[in-house]
Every structure is written in C-alpha cells, then in structure tokens.
C-alpha cells in the first residue's frame, strides 16, 4: 500500500496518511479513531467490517455517503481502488477512476489479515463467527467465493420463504403438490451452490490447520497441542479425509448429491420448523484443545493464543501462495498479550512486508516494529 485517504468515514471528516513499506505505527488514546483507519483498509480488501455487519455506521454522523481511496501495488502495478460506501443503496467501486461492474470486482486487488481484539470471539463465540472467518480467508485466497457465497445465501433465503409457506399448508391441511415440487427445484439450487461452498472450505481448512497449529505451538510451547476441523452438518455421509490435512482434496460433484440426499431426509423435519437444517449454514469451525473443545474449556490466554495462531495460519497461507505478500493489520492487540505471545506476534510481524500496528501508548509497541509513526489525535494524523 502507498497511501490511505478516507473521507466521512466513521470520525474521520477528512484524512490523508502515506504508507511505506515495512512497519507503520499509528500511536493516540483511545477512541481517537486509530482502528478506524485499519477497518478502512480492510473493508477495501474483504468489502465488509470485522466490527459491524452492516455498512450504516462505518459513514460518518450527518453525511450521506463515505469514501475510501487506497493506492496499492499489485503485481508491480500500482492502481488505486475507491469505494463509494452509500448505506440504502449500492455502493459504487473504481479502479485508476474507472468504475467497475460490480464492488465485489476489487476483491483480490489487497489481501490483508487484520488481528484485533474481536478476534477472541473466533474461539469463544458463536459457530457464525468461524463461518465468517472461514469464508472471508477463502475470498481473500480466491475473489470468485464471494459469488458463490452471495448465490449460497440467496438460494438460502428463497428456501427458507418456501418451506414457511409449505409448513403453514401442510400443517392446515394435505400437503400442497405445486410447493413441494418448487422445493425439488430449490433443494437442486441449493444442493449446487452448497457444495462448491463447502468444497472450498473443507479444502480451505485442510491447507490452513498445520499453519495454525505451527502458530498455536510456536506462541504457546508449553500448552496442549491443537486441532482445527471442520464440522459439517452432513456429519458420516462426508467422504473420509474431506477438510484433513493430507487428505482426498473435496469435490462438489461428490458432495452436490451428498447434500441433496440429505436434504430429502431431512425435509419432514424442515417442513415443520420452516428452515434449512442441512448445508455449510449450519457447519462449524472445531479448535480442538487437547482432547477438549476449546470454547468453555480453554483459559483466557489459551483462548487468546488460539484466535492468535488462526490469524497468523491465514497470514502463512496466504504468504505462501501467490498474489502477493498480504498486509498485516494489528489493532491495539499487543497491550492483550503477554510477554511470550508480544514476542511471537512482533517476530511474525517484524518479518512482513508491510504492517500496520495501532496502540495507545509507545509502550505497546515491541521495539522490532518501531518504524514509521504517526501521532494520532481528536481529527488528526501527524507523522511523529
């Protein structure tokens, strides 16, 4: 990245920051808006907030609209990529001042990995923070899923409106014809696009657990060893191996009619409650702690250490693949760790290509990473 200009974005009225390679620290207290500039460069790389699910408050109080411009080296190319963020109606993307056809078509231009205090949620929170992780790792290995997550979602969402509809007739009176086959049609629609999702997550999974294992050894060497594994709601009909390391590498001609079996065996139960019980929806993330999940057994610093080494297995992974060395963001993370985690961090870190750290007070910050700074005040960023 070259250089970050937000305007009415979050607190920011107006702001300009260069950016070099290597580190870059942006110091100030709390509440300043430091994290809000990280959030800005990761929304340019993944189109969403690790904060909050919609786009409404990411604009500023007043205004009706945000901008957000980053310059970026691809491929020795530099472009710069904007976004016109625009709660209520479609958010608008250019690339070098050209519009593209679609936001979503600037995916993949950055790649980021962004470590912050919400991160905890990763291991003690709901199966729906995992899928969300998963799923942004796997648009940042491969722009093309975020298509195939929107049409896994609207096929989702068209089901769910039509096994409401066919419960409600059916617990009336007999079953209706014309919405159960309808729902034939949609089970297909959704057996299709469910499985290249979770084709690439198993896959996905199997490529970055020995990453996040070699991470969670490396920040706690002392701890129980760890297992990541991906847990499917079609449980024994997956074939053995799918989402292992080592394993048969997922297929979604395979799991298409794995899934559409399942579907129909479970459609008597969906058609009372009204919802889809089968699909990648309904999956879940295991981090295996020893012989133990590590949601409601492992301690505050084991859990800490586990969202930890998940983001420096996506950073590895990504690392190793091509498309270019992500950007490390870290946001105000060092004050949560202690010593033997801030050394493990700031080794990882100081060893990027570009990275981005953000603290309240320069003693946060491990002398490894204590490159380029800026003061960062009540609407103003200034080199320190």
Excluded: C
Excluded at 204 to 227: F, N
């Amino acid at each position: 990245m070259r250089h970050l200009q937000v305007t009415d974005f979050r607190s920011w009225e107006h702001v300009d920051l260069p950016l070099e390679p290597g580190p870059t620290v942006l110091v100030g207290p709390n509440g300043r808006g430091k994290t809000n500039l990280l959030e800005a460069i990761g929304y340019v790389a993944t189109l969403g907030s690790h904060r909050v699910s919609t786009d409404a408050p990411l604009v500023r109080h007043g205004r009706g609209r945000a901008l957000v411009r980053l310059a970026v080296v691809n491929e020795g190319r530099e472009l710069t990529v904007e976004l016109e963020i625009t709660p209520g109606k479609a958010n608008r993307a250019r690339v070098n001042r050209g519009a593209v056809g679609r936001p979503r078509d600037v995916l993949g231009i950055l790649r980021t990995v962004l470590f912050s205090p919400e991160d905890l949620a990763l291991v003690r929170g709901d199966p729906g923070e995992r899928r969300r992780f998963l799923d942004d790792l796997l648009v940042q290995r491969a722009p093309r899923f975020a298509g195939v997550r929107g049409d896994y979602e609207k096929v989702l969402r068209q089901r769910n409106a039509l096994l409401k509809t066919a419960g409600k007739k059916r617990s009336g009176s007999r079953d209706d014809p014309y919405a159960l086959s309808t729902l034939d049609v949609w089970d297909n629609h959704l057996a299709t696009a469910g499985a290249q999702l979770l084709a690439a997550r198993l896959n996905l999974v199997a490529d970055l657990a020995p990453h996040a294992s070699a991470a969670y050894a490396g920040v706690a060497p002392d701890s129980r060893p760890t297992r990541v594994e991906y847990r499917s709601s079609l449980g024994g009909a997956l074939p053995e191996g799918y989402g292992r390391p080592g394993g048969e590498r997922a297929e979604p001609e395979k799991l298409a009619q794995i899934l559409l079996d399942a579907l129909g065996e479970s459609r008597a139960t969906e058609l009372e409650r009204g919802v889809s019980m089968v699909g990648p929806h309904r999956d879940d993330l295991d981090l295996v702690l020893g012989e133990a999940p590590a949601k409601g057994y492992a301690s505050h610093g084991e859990s800490w250490s586990f969202a930890l080494a998940l983001r420096l297995g996506s950073y590895e992974l990504l690392r190793a693949e091509s498309g270019g060395e992500p950007v490390l963001l870290l946001d105000d993370v060092f004050a949560e760790l202690d010593r033997r985690r801030r050394a493990r961090l700031a080794e990882v870190a100081a060893s990027a290509e570009q990275v981005l750290v953000t603290a309240a007070v320069d003693e946060d910050v491990p002398g490894e990473l204590k490159g380029t700074r800026f003061a960062v005040s009540e609407g103003e960023v200034r080199r320190a």
